[in-house]
């Protein structure tokens, strides 16, 4: 058995193409995901029952659904409610509502660890609600998200896969039509995995970076929300 790597290289602007298409939608589909998340956290921990009620079910019909029904609903459903969009923003859209269900617990998650003696040790030394949560809370329940958020934005990465299934040009569409057109699949999908693996060990080396970002700068914070702890037990006011 022979093999031809040249069909690689006969059509690398085919895989540059579906490369950069798809690092485009895996961007765009993640921020907009952890923006739609949120407020669905937000929601999850409202103390009103039928916020809760309603994050819960968003939550569990997202993450419950394959990502490729999920995109089907989309694909078929918004042009039944006479929307038509091009097949990358249909895609992207689903995507990023998919992701939004997994971001949301991440969030949650992380605002229930931060101790709740926090942000009353905050107020007690006489910072705002909104200074508290900025100074204290925030920074902590950054540095408890990143590392979660990392897992799954390397699988919304690969996920933007199924949207071959739609023809949206992505990566692996690319590679549907380079072994086509050149009967070589292990090479052009051994190339197509490798390009995968590159995109998703860039992406997890700079989240690792921003993690260790994010510990370097947690000693102010500690110094901050560990005053607010002493002055709440000893019954002081903050100095001015």
Not at 21 to 50: D, E, K, N, Q, W
Not at 75 to 97: D, H
Not at 177 to 197: D, H, K, N, R, S
């Amino acid at each position: 058995m022979n093999f031809d790597f040249s069909v690689i290289f006969d059509n690398w602007t085919l895989f540059a193409r579906g490369t950069w298409l798809t690092i485009i939608i895996a961007i765009v589909a993640i921020a907009t995901g952890f923006l739609i998340s949120i407020p669905i956290a937000l929601m999850a921990l409202s103390h009103r029952r039928p916020l809760r009620w309603i994050s819960t079910a968003y939550v569990e019909w997202f993450r419950n659904i394959p990502f490729i029904v999920v995109l089907y609903l989309f694909f078929y459903g918004l042009p039944f409610m006479s929307v038509r969009l091009p097949e990358s923003i249909v895609g992207t859209i689903a995507l990023a509502f998919f992701a939004s269900s997994y971001f949301a617990e991440i969030i949650r998650g992380a605002i229930l660890a931060v101790p709740k003696g926090q942000m009353e040790a905050a107020r007690a030394i006489g910072m705002s609600y909104f200074q508290g949560l900025y100074e204290i809370v925030a920074p902590q329940t950054v540095r408890l998200l990143l590392p979660p958020s990392t897992n799954t934005s390397i699988s919304m990465v690969k996920e933007t896969s199924v949207l071959s299934t739609i023809t949206v040009a992505e990566l692996t569409y690319q590679g549907l039509v380079i072994q086509g057109e050149t009967f070589a699949p292990f090479e052009i999908f051994l190339t197509t995995a490798a390009i995968y693996w590159v995109i998703t060990a860039i992406f997890a080396y700079l989240m690792h970076r921003t993690e260790k970002a994010f510990g370097a700068s947690q000693g102010a914070h500690h110094a901050r929300s560990g005053q607010a702890d002493k002055y709440l037990l000893i019954g002081e006011r903050r100095p001015a």
